[in-house]
């Protein structure tokens, strides 16, 4: 049996709760159902292939456990739950302890996303927020998605997000370029 880290080092307090959704560190239970999400929703991630089995069980053997004993670690992942279900996972990635900033992500069950994305998303932000402005004092949390999901940015400037910078055919996707469009938002706690 393997034995996954449950608490990262760089936090006081692992566990974050609102209403009936918390966020916990990234369990290894949920890594095949976050492999299955991640392979299905290709089409908006920085990822070129499918994930296997092996690959996933590899990613988080050798590279998400390491970070959990780390005073800076590079991503900080959660598990997202609703009534103790992972409906999502995301976290602190791409972290810059020295200008304080972190990219926030987030990936969701794919049957949830069409019906439910504004509402998870609008709960896990406030989750991540205390994370990233309360507990680690980070400076300033971006967004940084392909302009393929305009719901997307609706949901995020109404948590408070500018937008910032749009990367023109930045990114090459199915025989096109598209744009990047990276939203912010500044910790003012």
């Known amino acids: 049996m393997i034995i996954f880290p449950t608490k990262y080092k760089c936090l006081n307090q692992n566990e974050f709760e609102l209403g009936e959704h918390k966020i916990i560190p990234i369990r ?18 920085r990822q ?14 050798e590279v998400l456990a390491n970070l959990f004993e780390q005073d800076k670690p590079s991503q900080i992942l959660f ?10 996972y995301g976290g602190l990635v ?14 969701m069950k794919t049957e949830e996303e069409q019906n439910n994305f504004e509402h998870h998303w609008g709960h896990y932000l406030e989750l991540i927020e205390r994370v990233a402005f309360e507990e680690l004092k980070i400076h300033k949390l971006f967004v940084y998605a392909f302009d393929l999901r305009p719901h997307l940015y609706q949901s995020i400037e109404k948590r408070g997000y500018k937008k910032e910078a749009t990367l023109k055919d930045h990114c090459f996707f199915e025989g096109n370029y598209i ?9 003012d706690i």
């Open 28 to 45: 290894y239970l949920d890594r095949m159902e976050i492999m299955k999400w991640r392979n299905e929703q290709l089409y908006h991630l």
């Open 48 to 61: 070129i292939k499918p994930l296997t089995k092996e690959s996933q069980n590899r990613y988080f053997n």
């Open 79 to 88: 598990s997202y739950l609703q009534n103790e279900v992972c409906l999502a």
């Open 94 to 107: 791409h972290i810059n302890w020295l200008d304080r900033n972190a990219e926030v992500s987030f990936v």
């Open 179 to 187: 744009d990047v469009v990276i939203h912010s938002k500044i910790n």
